[in-house]
Every structure is written in C-alpha cells, then in structure tokens.
C-alpha cells in the first residue's frame, strides 16, 4: 500500500443539526470526518479518532468511498461522540444545543507505524492535549497546521500555546483570532499570533474568505467562491483545512505560491461542502469538479 | 481649459463625527466631496451641490486643492447642510444624531455649459428625483454610476427605480441590496437588481471589499484593502465610487477589464481616506500613493 501523504486528527461525531429549513439526525459529522473527505480529494489521507462500539457501518462505508485510511481509528466501548446544534435565520450564527463526550472522553490517540514518518499533519478542532499528543508521536514532519476553537482559548490556553509553538500554521476565524490577542483588528491580532510561534496564520472568515499572515511580513487575501444555496456550513473550515492540507501534501510543497493555491483549493472544496447536510455534497462529486469551480474563481477574482 | 471628464453630483455637508477614540466638529463631508476629491486624482472632476452662504473658504480651498471644478456648485442664501453621527465601537455601524438639510431642501441641481457633454457621470448619494434631474441634463454620457441608501429605497422607490433603469451601474451595499429587492442571498438579489435595467451591480461590502455583477452573468469578486487603524469610514462608499469614475473616465475605457482595475482604484483610494477625518488623508497623498498601494494590493491578492 503506497505511504500516507497526510494525517489529520479531529473529532468524528454524530450530528443532530437544524437549519432555518430542515432538520436532520444521527448525521456524520466531526472536523475528522469533514477535513479527511476533503483531503482525500488531493493526497491519501489517515484519520485518527475514535467511535464508539455504536458507529454506523455505513458510515465506515463513507470513509471508505473517500479512500480515508482508518488505521488509526480506534474503536472503543460505549457511545460515539455526537453534537446537536441550531443555525440562525442567518446561517452563520448557531447554537450549540447539546454536546455528548461519550468515548471521546478518554480518548488518548495511538498513531499506528504507518503514520509516524507522515509529512504533512492536520491537527483538526479538538482539545490541545490530544494535539500535542499527536505532535509528539510523528517523527518529523513537513508541515503542520492546528485548527482550533473558543473554548480551548478559553479553558485550555497554556496547552493550547505549547501546540501553537510547534506548528507551522494556526488556523482560527476572526473572532477568535481577537480572543486569543486580545487585539480588536486582524492586522494586530496576526502578530501577536505569530509571535507564538508559527511561520503562518490563517484567519477564517467565512463568506468572505480568508487571509493568510506569514512571518515574512506577506498577506495574501482571498475571497470565498460565493454559493447560492448554503444548505448546512457545519465543518466548512474542516473541509477548508481539509482541502487546504491536502493539495500541499499532493503537491509535496509549501512555497508561499503552493500555500496560496492549497488555500483557493480548500476554499473550493468547502463551497461544495456546505451545498448539503454532512459528507452528502462531497461523496457526489470528485477533481474534475473542484479544478472547474476552482477555474471559474480564477476568472472570478482576476485582476487583468 | 480642458473639458470636464466626470461630472459628480451629489451631497456638500458640515459634518460632527464622534467615533470612540475622537471628536470632530464642522468638518467637510457630503457624498459630492468625497467622491470629487477621490476622482480627482485621475480626471478632471466636476463638482454639482449646492451650499450655503456659511460655507467656509478654507473648504472651498481644499476643492481648490485637488483641482475640482466648481463651476456646477451653487452657493444659496442659507446655512450648508449639516449632518452629525456617531460610530458603534466596531467602526461599521453607526448612528445619525442629527440632519440639517438647510439649503439641501430646496436644491434645483442646474448645471453648467460646460458640463452637458460630460462622458463620465456619477450620481451621488442625494435623493433619487435630484439624480433624475442631473441625468435629464447631460447629453450622452458614456457611463453612468448611481449610488443610493435605504433612506430612498424606504421612500422614494419609484424614482429611484426610474434612475436605476437609465443608469450603466448601480452601486449599494449587502443590507441595501436586500432591502431594495427582498432576496436574502445576494445571488438572488444581483440578478433582481440587474433586471431594473442597470448593465452592472456593484455591491460593496466594506472591510470585505465589493463584488461586481454583470448582466453578462459575470461575477468579479475583490478584498478591500487591509487598512491598520480606520479613523473615520464616513465616506468610504463615495471615496470608493469617486475613484472608480475618475479611473473609468482617465481611461475613458467601459470594457470589463477596466472595470475590474476601476474598482481596484477605487477600493485603494478610500482605504488611504478612512486613515483619517474628512479630506485629511486624501489632501497628503498623489496619484503615485495610490499606484504604489495598488502594487501592494495585486500582490497581496494574487494566486500564481
């Protein structure tokens, strides 16, 4: 079996998620599921988690549409982790109604052999303990980028800080960014973000795209392809990071002009994604799709 | 002397503006000085407003300054109209506290010889039957821009739908979009829009820049450029429109292309006019800031 470009690690949940137009159940979702589907689409992709003795077989079915290695996915006894929230009339804006732990409670992640000398590394939204955990079992890899959330800034800062000082690139939305620094505008904030450590950091945000700060002093901004019809945005930024992550894998490359495609190709891959509910979008479609839509944005945000 | 390449009509105001860092009274606002003071550093502008008999010398100094033409500017027995605001501590939302509309009231837009054979035309922000009234008065213009609020939208939908279906663009923002056509998505608000008659929607989206639709079908998506420390947006949106006609009209040049390097122009001019109060930061710069900015810009948004 040819060698794992790329390891993402994340959550793997089953959602309950209702939108200002429908409502679903016991969908499959987590940043590992979203960000492995998406990185699949580029480079062969290793998941590490964990599901309870409960997880769907036709979930693993999905996985295994993408081609995602699970061999590093654990199963242990008991519930799946799941989550269930409501997105606002505006589709941006959602509130967690209930969240259930179950086995990723205890989960202390085991990277199997095939996944120690991987050159490109994903740490998707999870605690920063289970990220460092990671980090320190991969022998020396290429690039990293750690995703992360609210609610480790806010309860688990100092772990958080000892991820961040490792990585290559940290990924946030605006808001966070702010959190973190406690500095109102990006263009202060982003500092402050590298002065932790990493060579980049990549602020979300959402329908308008994102912005990429790099230590040399570079910014490169790059709008969101625009959707007509955001069905669910749950795991948009997975599946960013996801298609991010995989091109350069793909590419076995990090220049700066790589890192600018690798961000268009996550931003393409997300646009399909929220188009419907879980990994629905993205099981139908597959490279030719992204490189069409990914041609249309060139001609959408050219420059002449 | 040279003919007047664009000809701008629209508000002249003394303004009071309080943001949370500062205070400024009786400074130089209105739609038409923004946007002739942005077009003047690529054409030779044409001024139409009216002011009051109290309107300082030193501001028409500064008119004199960037070489606007006053000759459609009409002085009235009155006081100028006067308009005072005060910025939310985000800087994007803001509340009005006060309008005088003094002379404004009764203003009969008559405009000069000199400005009828006009190719370059925008209508400001000002009540829909005033543009109305400027548009009847130029002969064949080669482009067209009309900006608008939700004041007139709320208000004045009629004439306002009749100057839209004799203009080449309109230019709003996102909520007014909205608000104008009852389509949440601006995918579905551009083409209501478009179907008003305009060949162009120009949707602006402040620190997120603007995108352009075409009847075309074309889509032209660009960031805004990132600006540090935003001390005053009043006027962004006229700034922006301002330069934008003046690049058209310098060019003298509607094919898309232009366009798209019009809006680029226009974005880098008002990012260096937020940088401080009224005209300040506008009256420091020249045309070789703006193109050096613009550099920086295609840099900052280019995918090799």
Redesign the interface.
Known sequence: MPDIQLVIVGSIGIDTIETPTEKREGILGGSASYACAAASFFARTGMVGVVGTDFPSNYVDLYNHFGICQEGLQTEEGKTFSWSGVYHENMDDRDTLDTQLNVFEHFAPKLPASYIDVPYLFLGNIHPSLQLDVLNQVSNPTFTLVDTMDLWINISREELDAVVAKVDMLTLNESEARLYTDQH????AAPALLAKGPRYVLIK?GA??S?LFSSSG??????AF?V??VNDPTGAGDSYAGGLMGYLAQQDDIRE?TL??AM?YGGITASFGVEKFSLERLKEINRADLDDRADTF???????
């Open positions: 505008h990006l263009l202060d945000r308008h795209g912005v570079d910014i490169f901004i790059i709008p625009p007509r019809h002009d600018r495609n268009m060139r001609k959408m945000v050219d420059i002449p």
